[in-house]
Nanobody, 125 residues
């Protein structure tokens, strides 16, 4: 059974940086793209970033491109989301997800079959 556990979320000030981590187990991590999604109160869960199995190809939402960086360490079965220049509108629960297909690279929720429990990021102005 796939388990994804996020960590690193907390309350920060606007302009601060924060790194989220997601530790995976129960899958051959190095075969699967990983993604980050977020959901703010009253809004649908939305795509943030995804990274292919090799770590060489990434996709980003327009709202975070240039500020957020997704990376992975296959030896540690961990994916990271480095968030810089945080804004209040980045406040949300951030979810880590594993792609359904080996060697794929999706950006839609339906492309991902396993999800973590989420970690709260709050950015105060």
């Amino acid at each position: 059974q796939v388990q994804l556990v996020e960590s690193g979320g907390k309350l920060v000030q606007a302009g601060d940086s924060l790194r989220l981590a997601c530790s995976a187990s129960g899958l051959t991590f190095s075969r699967y793209a990983m993604g980050w999604f977020r959901q703010a109160p009253g809004k649908e869960r939305g795509f943030v970033a995804s990274l292919d199995w090799s770590g060489r190809r990434a996709n980003y939402a327009d709202s975070v491109r240039g500020r957020f960086t997704i990376s992975r360490d296959n030896a540690k079965s961990t994916v990271y989301l480095e968030m810089n220049s945080l804004k209040p509108e980045d406040s949300a629960v951030y979810y880590c997800a594993a792609e359904v297909r080996a060697y794929g690279l999706g950006t839609r929720s339906i492309d991902f079959g396993s999800w973590g429990q989420g970690t709260q990021v709050t950015v105060s102005s």
